[in-house]
C-alpha cells in the first residue's frame, strides 16, 4: 500500500537528483542540435567524399542504440585510448551525437523548405558561402522546424534514465538506490514517473508559446 509519509521523504530525495537531469538534457539538446547542424551542411557539401563520409557515420550511428554507444564511449573508449571521461560528460556526447543524426534531418527538411529563389538571390548578390548560410538561409530554415526540435528536447530528457547504467547519478539510479534500502519499489518509481511527466508537459507548454511568439513576429 501506498505510504504518504514515505513518499514524501523520498520525494525530497529523488528531486535533490532533478537538476542533474535537466543540465544533461540541455546540454545534450545543445550539443545535438550544433553537430545536428554541422551534419546538415556536411551531408550537403557537394564534395562527394565528405557528403558520403558523413551520410554513413549518420547511418552508423543511427543504427545502433543508445545504450551499447554509451557503453563504448564510458567503458571501451578508455581502453583503446588514453581519453577517459566522467559518466556526465559520457552521457552528454552520447546523447548529443546519438540525437543530432536525427537532428540533421529536421534541419534538412527545413532547408530544403526555403525557396530555391533565396539560393539564387545570394549568389546574385555575391554573398559569401557564410553569409548565405548565416543571413539568408538558416533565419529561413530554422523556425519551421524549432516544434520538431522542441519534441527531440523532451524526447532527451525522457531517455536520461539511460544513464544510470554508466553509473550518472540520475532519477532512476537514485530510485534504484533508495528501493535497495527500503524494499518499497511503490513510490520511489511512481514518483519518478510523476516527475518526468511534469517535465515533459512543462517543456511541452513552453516549446508551444515559444512556437506561437515566433508565429506571432513572422505575422508583424
Not at 505510504?3 to 545543445?30: H, M, Q, R, S
Not at 548529443?96 to 527538411?109: D, I, K, N, P
Amino acid at each position: 500500500m501506498w505510504n504518504w509519509e514515505y513518499a514524501g521523504e523520498v520525494a525530497g530525495i529523488l528531486l535533490k537528483a532533478v537538476p542533474n537531469v535537466l543540465l544533461a538534457t540541455l546540454c545534450g539538446f545543445v550539443l545535438a542540435a550544433v553537430l545536428g547542424l554541422a551534419f546538415a551542411a556536411l551531408l550537403r557539401s557537394r564534395f562527394k567524399l565528405i557528403s558520403r563520409t558523413t551520410a554513413a557515420i549518420v547511418h552508423f550511428i543511427r543504427s545502433t542504440p543508445l545504450l551499447v554507444q554509451l557503453f563504448f564511449l564510458y567503458y571501451s573508449l578508455p581502453m583503446l585510448t588514453p581519453l577517459s571521461m566522467s559518466a556526465f560528460v559520457t552521457g552528454v556526447i552520447g546523447l548529443g551525437l546519438h540525437y543530432a543524426t536525427y537532428m540533421s534531418e529536421v534541419y534538412r527538411s527545413g532547408i530544403d523548405g526555403v525557396p530555391k529563389g533565396q539560393w539564387e538571390a545570394a549568389t546574385a548578390l555575391n554573398l559569401s558561402k557564410s553569409r548565405t548560410w548565416g543571413t539568408v538561409i538558416l533565419p529561413q530554415a530554422i523556425p519551421p522546424v524549432v516544434p520538431i526540435m522542441g519534441n527531440y528536447l523532451i524526447v532527451i530528457f525522457k531517455e536520461t534514465p539511460t544513464l544510470s547504467a554508466i553509473t550518472f547519478i540520475e532519477l532512476l539510479l537514485r530510485a534504484k538506490n533508495e528501493v535497495s534500502i527500503s524494499f518499497r519499489v511503490f513510490e520511489p518509481y511512481t514518483i519518478v514517473g510523476v516527475i518526468f511527466i511534469a517535465g515533459s508537459l512543462t517543456m511541452s507548454l513552453a516549446i508551444t508559446q515559444l512556437e506561437k511568439r515566433w508565429a506571432r513576429n513572422r505575422a508583424s
